[in-house]
């Protein structure tokens, strides 16, 4: 019998003991063998999760590269801090699955995708909006022809009062951005995965920091907020005359929570939320509903490692490339720059 993959984690706060964790638990495939947190607290949680011993929870992740024969590493820090292990990790010969946004600038990516080439090793990176089932058959049927050729889409993850209070999420130093990175990533993800991740040509964008000292459902602290905005909304052309709109909001006055992708072709449409096809058929426009939306998967990041494990043991493609979310972090940069230098800047 083959053996199990050896599992090790960099960070395993919210998220780590919230979807990694448990998802990797259920793979029959894989084994959680080393926790490194440098909070003791959180490092003692994932690994009572997880059910590692003391003995091989580390509060350095070069100690843990160094110490374990590790084959895959789960990195879930905040985000500056997702490429150093990344690297390291890879360099250490290990397979890496890390957390969305990849990274905090385009150059990081660029390491990253370098440091895969040299070890030969496979990194893929959570973008679990993709996993939906709803994203899924969404992608079935743009692929399949269903809308045609896509050429305008609307991605918007927009909260009203939804400044995160745990975590990193408002500290600019270990996060860099706030909703831009932290759920606009989500959206723009989706949105280039079902158009087919076209080049991109340009930015323009505005970001704005009004209110998010007010306060928000999660109960955050206004001073501790030094992210750049709360609010950002971008313009995204693309070569073949494609174009993206984005909105992402941790504090708007808006009528409440508006998260959407919307995706428009020459022969249809889709919608994700309520999931809504658009057709046209015998001299009539139709939102379609489906009754069922066909075979479910295991859902969002269970569904990611699920696939991200079988590329491993069979050999293939990984879920989600770095080369896409390189693209994604290119708009995303762009997005910041012109909003700074209140222009349109070049992507
Ligand atoms: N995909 C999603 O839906 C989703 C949801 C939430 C968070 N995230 C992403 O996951 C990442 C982590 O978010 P979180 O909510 O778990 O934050 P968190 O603060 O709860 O957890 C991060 C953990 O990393 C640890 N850490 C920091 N520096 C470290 C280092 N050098 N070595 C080892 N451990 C280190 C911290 O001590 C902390 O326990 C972020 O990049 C965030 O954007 C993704």
Known sequence: MRDKLRVGFVGTGGIARGNHIPAWLALPDAEIVAICDIDPRAAAL?????????????????????????????????????MPPTVAALEAGCH????????????????????????????????????????????????????????????EYLRARGVPAWGSFIDAEKSAGGPCYDIGVHVLDLTLHLMGFPEP????????????????????DPKKYTVPEELAVGFIRFEKNICVSLGASWALNATGNQNNVSVYGTRGGVQMWPFTLVKEEHGMMLNCTPQSLGKKGLGGHAEEIKRFVEAIVRGGKVPVPPEQTLITQRILDGIYKSAREGKEVAV
């Open 46 to 82: 994932g690994a009572e999760m997880a059910g590692v011993e003391k003995a091989h929870v580390y509060d350095d992740y070069e100690k843990m590269l160094e110490s374990e024969d590790l084959n895959v590493v789960d990195v879930c820090t905040p985000n500056s801090v997702h």
């Open 201 to 220: 040509i340009s930015v323009s964008a505005n970001t704005w920091l009004e209110i998010a000292d007010k306060p928000s459902v999660m109960q955050h």
């Open 96 to 155: 890496v699955f890390v957390e969305k946004p990849v990274a905090i600038s385009a150059d990081e990516v660029r390491r990253m995708i370098a440091a895969r080439d040299r070890s030969q090793k496979l990194l893929c990176v959570t973008q679990n909006m993709r996993y939906s089932d709803e994203a899924l058959a969404a992608k079935r049927f743009v692929d399949a022809g269903g809308i045609g050729d896509p050429y305008w889409a609307k991605a």
